[in-house]
Every structure is written in C-alpha cells, then in structure tokens.
C-alpha cells in the first residue's frame, strides 16, 4: 500500500521569506500524481500545486514550485515570498494513475505540515 | 457557481444515534468520496463511488454507510456503530477526465456528545 510521510507538524516562515516543507512517499508504481493541498482556518481544501511523475520538470505555480526526485521518492513544497494568506496546513498526496478498482483512484494524504508565517 | 456542498457543517448527537451528513454536488463529476480527518492523521478514506449505484469501502468504513442514488448526491450515516465518530468530514469528487484532483466540500464537523 502506498504511504504518504510529512516529517514536519509544524513549520514557521518570516514574511516575504522562503520556506520549504518535506514530503516522501512510497510506492512500488511508476506512474502516478502527488499533489499539495492547502488547509486554510476555513477547512476548505484547496488545490495548491500537481506533479505528473511522468514529468521531470518541476511544477510551479506562481510562488510555489516543488522539488520532484522520483528516484529518492521526495516531493517538496517551496513557498517563495510568503504572506500571511499562505497560513494554513498543508498536506502532500498521492494517487496513483493506474485504475484499478481496489484503488478507486484515491488520494493517500500524509498528516499535514501546519505553517504559521510571521509578520 | 459549481461545487460541492456539504451540509450540516456542524452537528451534535448523542451516543447510540445515528447521523447522516450530506453531500451535493452540481459539478457533473462521475466520482465522489468521504473522507474522515483527526488530528495528527491527516485524512482517511471512508468510502467512494465511481458512478451512480455504486461505491466502494475505503479504509476506514466500519461503522459508516453510504448510497448513490443519484449523480451529484453522496449521503453518509455515521451510525451507532462507529467507536469514535467525532470528527471532521470531508466530501470530495472528481471529474471523469483524469487530471488526478479531487474538488472538496467545506465539511461538516460532528460532535458526539
């Protein structure tokens, strides 16, 4: 079964500063999605960034962008120039792309990384 | 506007009740989820449904129960059943285009009391 690791329950930014928040993942597959979501105080989860493994290049979605290494299972989130409205948990996910009944196509979340960021 | 709906967002029940929480959606999505989130665990599958009259347990279903009878409704029932059923719940679908996301409602927290 696929498992999702977040190492971080909390993490803290300076606003306008960098921060990165860890992911690692394991599967036996070669083709699949990982994505991370947003948590915001509201609870609504929001779509913040997705990675085709297929894809070598990084995705990047205005000031946040990821470090995919397929080999070393790692899918890192990099928050550039935080503000305020970036706080909020952060979970990482994984799906698998091959559909399989038993799978249901669903997303395996690690526990969430909470991010404070300071003014 | 299209999305998802989930109502009541916050529930208070008695032990031994059962409870059903709702999920609409008027996206057109072919699948739908519940997922159950606690602290320190992030989320956990309760059940799915790919299509209309079918659904699948999760990891977590013991306790819980499910329909499909239509495209954009997904009820759960927490029922007396459930060891410890105070949580936060969260519906989901997705689109039958695989992009892999899932769209979420804004979820309903329950209280057992």
């Known amino acids: 079964a696929q498992t999702v690791t977040q190492s971080q329950p909390e993490m803290s930014v300076q606003e306008a500063e960098t921060v990165t928040l860890s992911c690692t993942y394991d599967?036996?597959?070669?083709?699949?999605?990982l994505f991370w979501y947003k948590q915001p105080p509201s609870r609504q989860m929001i779509l913040v960034i997705r990675?085709?493994?297929?894809?070598?290049q990084n995705a990047t979605e205005n000031r946040f962008s990821v470090n995919f290494q397929k080999a070393a299972k790692s899918f890192s989130l990099k928050i550039s120039d935080s503000q305020l409205g970036d706080a909020a948990m952060y979970f990482c996910?994984?799906?698998?792309?091959?559909?399989?009944?038993?799978?249901?196509?669903?997303?395996?979340f690690g526990a969430g990384t909470i991010l404070r960021v300071k003014s | 506007d299209g999305g998802i709906t989930q109502s009541p967002k916050y529930l208070f029940r008695k032990e031994g009740q059962n409870v059903t929480l709702s999920c609409e959606q008027n996206l057109n999505h072919d699948a739908m989820y519940w997922y159950r989130q606690d602290p320190g665990q992030g989320l956990r599958l309760i059940y799915y449904s790919q299509i209309v009259n079918d659904f699948q347990k999760g990891d977590i279903a013991e306790g819980y129960s499910v329909s499909r009878e239509k495209k954009e409704s997904f009820p759960l029932t927490v029922t007396s059943a459930q060891k410890n059923p105070t949580a936060f719940y969260l519906c989901?679908?997705?689109?039958?285009?695989?992009?892999?996301?899932?769209?979420f409602g804004e979820g309903s927290r329950l209280t057992v009391l």
């Open positions: 996910a994984y799906r698998s792309a091959r559909w399989r009944v038993e799978y249901g196509n669903k997303l395996v």
């Open positions: 599967t036996s597959e070669s083709d699949y999605y």
């Open positions: 990675q085709e493994a297929y894809k070598q």
């Open positions: 989901a679908s997705r689109t039958g285009v695989d992009t892999g996301e899932l769209f």
